[in-house]
């Protein structure tokens, strides 16, 4: 780089300079007015003209030599120069004209000054990167009047400053937010002050605060909300469950607040200590206060910190509770300045005592389609800047450089800071693994979590290098009581309320005494190892916690026998809700049983492997709720094995026990009505036949219904209704007929909405006289699914006969109703049928635009039949446009997608198919259609959902 002369630069040409300047190296220049806050306070209505004379002034000594002012920070500016020694020059004839101007009642404003030389990303008008955040740390650690430059500016300009200029080197200064220590110098003009106190460095603070080796990765919330609490209590508590990054957090809070503390930060380590009359002898080491012969060192400390303003921390001191919180008091009695701030996984509870509860760090959220999958849902820009993945990254690029987050890895990344509870211990350990294994693997492995994370720094205690150890610290710290409720809490999955936990943790008959667990609960929240939702009163554990709980649980082995009465009680519950699911407190029931989804499946779970029969009549009576839901894999895979279990017990045995052959029969018959409804209809009709021959063989009439049922609706899916729907007739007029005997009327809306349905396009009257049936029996039983399902059908007929404005109006009913459920598939059905009626009516436009809203939801959901269908609906609206390649493409990629799924059209839509092929053959060439329609076989589904949203 070539060196000018100080004035040298050529005033105009700063944003042509600026624009060169992207990518190579610049020299910043960073103003701060000193106590400005303090200023503005006690000269609220001068400082405005103050601050236009310092903006003046700094603009002419920048721009003056050729500088660029990037922006202005409120109380000082941010510059930049192509020259460092012009730089220096700018600075130092800005701080001349600051002492020089008059200032009226605010008396001069106090400028410092910091200088530094790197590359910069421009983006929209700013400049970004690790050399701004240097010059801003090392601007910090001045003082008004002051100008200093890093040791890069230093090496610069130190050949061709003039005489009058000098470099006086302050020394290397710990900057906060930086790894690398700064040398740092001061740039002496002969007419300016030469003499400041030290720098505000953390390396001269008063303090013993360890060096920290990684960077903090997120808790900004956190920090202020400290900091806030420390300037309103004299004693806070930092209180969180192991792991959480309490100590990490305190020492960066401490560090950042330490100008604040004459006397000092400083930290006094109680881990290792085992008894609590050592506290005090700790602490002196810490402070550094004198050891006097034959005066007890806590006298000793209550004396030096009588007279002082310093911040204490005390760290680790869950297991010296009790003593921690009578030496803290009696500290906090003595010395009126003095401020604590200790670590704990509970409380002091010492009056006056401020608790900051520290959660995990922020995690990537777990939505999920009926596929369970998650990299499709994940939100990949939200889920790279969580707290948690954000660690995760660091952490694993810090022990293997080539690691970088991308869209292949992060879904992966996401789901391991989910599973581990966004605790940073075990995101560290996790990303420690990263040079052996992929972040696949890890997120695989993580069912072994206590053997999979270990190998922590060799430097760290040892209860730090392994997750199992950090759990280990606070369960040796509990009673044998406290431990037992504990590892039996275990059993629950997704949280639990008091009551359910009474029955099923307690050794009497009768359950835990109501009060007992209360207090038990209390003492492992106020020990982070349970969390409570003070809003819903439901208690939960950190999953890591959990996982370590119920390795206890088994290694004690109660594991059997609390499984036994979780069963006993979730079976119970799943039971009673039976009835009421299909009446009026149907969306009761539903929030209910949403609460409970985890402890459900676990029960079921559980139930498959121990008690076969008791797990299928408990899926049987869940199954009305899950048609309302879109299941995980998990519980999908349940149903299944209850299913193949009833089957298989069954099977060729014609003396079975008829209360077991109904039992299967119902199960068969309600997992074919929601198998059938949601793209699984060939399943479901296999099951739906099984029903029929169980349900005759035992003659049971709840069997049978649940079998005619099933049947009916996998019939009509499966387009095994016969081309005039006969078929799914005859069985929705038997099971309507059976139904009202059995005074079902949830099951007659069903029926007759089916069979009105079905005949909508052969016999108009009969069908709606059925449709009318329908939807008084769903009104009588008050079920708002049953209500849902026959104003949805409603819609379709209304729809199907031109009447536009009143199908629009029956689906309205329709979504309302599955919208209280928060059932998100019909929610989508009866949208999708809503477009299919405003394309029946010629609002093509209308109904386009719903298509392009509805697909993406199927797709969503996985429901490939659905997707086809919507396909062929769009190349319908193409046919009336005469975009007559583009629907034969369509529908040639339907053609695919129902193939493959095995997704039979029903009976209904063929002659709307039928018919636009056959307008497509006539409107096209026989080649032309021929080559439409194979590019539209050939295309992958993401394909023709793109091709129809450009449509």
Known sequence: MDFVAPGTGTPGTAGVAAARLVGVMSTFLFTDIEGSTRLWEAHAGDMGTALAQHDRLLRDAIEGRGGTVIKTTGDGMLALFADPLVAVDAALAGQRAMRAASWGPTGPLKIRMALHSGVAEARDGDYFGPALNRVARILAIAHGGQVVCSAVVAVLVGDVLPPSVQLVDLGSHRLRDIDRPEQVFQVLGEDLPRDFPPLRSLSTRRSNLPVQLTSFVGREHELVELAALLDRHRLVTLAGTGGTGKTRLMLEAAGRLGDRFPDGVWLAELASLGDPAQIPSEVARALGAPEVPGVPAAATVTAFVADKELLLLLDNAEHLVDGTARFAERLLGSAPRLRILTTSREALAVAGEAVLHLQSLSCPSAARGRTGSVADDLDLVDAASTEAVRLFAERASSVDPAFALNASNLPAVAEICRRLDGIPLAIELAAARVPAMSPDDIATRLGDRFRLLTGGRRTAVPRQQTLHALIDWSWDLLTDEDRRLLRRLSVFTGGWTAPFAARIVGDGPDGMDSLDLVDGLTRLIDRSLVLVDRDTMRYRMLETIRQYAREKLVAAGEAPSIADRHLAVFAALAIESEVPLRGPGMVDWVDRLDAELDNLGGALEWG????????????????????????????????????????????????????????????????????????????????????MRLAESCGDPEARLAALTGLGIATVFTGRSGRDGSEARRLFGEANELAETLGQEWVVALSSSFAGASLTSFEPAAAAALLDRGLAAARRSGSPYAIGAASMAQGRALGRAGETDAAAAAFAVAIQRFMELGDERF?????????????????????????????????????????????????????????????????????????????RMAFDEEPEHAAALEALGAALPPTAFADAWAAGRAMTQAEAVALAAGS
């Open 827 to 903: 929610v989508l059905a009866s949208r999708s049928d809503l477009a299919h009626a405003l394309r029946r009516g010629n609002r093509l436009d209308d109904a386009l635009a719903m298509y392009r809203e509805t697909i993406p939801g199927w797709v969503h959901l996985g429901h490939r039949g659905a997707i086809a269908n919507q396909l062929e609906n769009v190349a319908y609206v193409l046919v009336a446009r005469n975009a007559h390649d583009t629907a034969v493409r369509l529908l040639g990629a339907a053609d695919t997608i129902r193939e493959v799924a095995g997704a």
């Open 608 to 691: 498959l492997e121990a008690d076969p029969w008791t797990a299928v009549r408990m899926a049987t009576a869940l199954l009305l709720y899950w048609g309302v839901r879109v299941m995980s894999e998990d519980n999908d895979a349940r149903i299944v094995a209850a299913v193949d279990f009833a089957r298989a017990s069954l099977r060729d045995r014609p003396d079975a026990d008829p209360a077991q052959q109904a039992l299967a029969a119902r199960l068969q018959g309600q997992a074919a009505r929601v198998w059938g409804m949601s793209g699984r209809e060939n399943v479901a009709y296999d099951w739906a036949v099984d029903a």
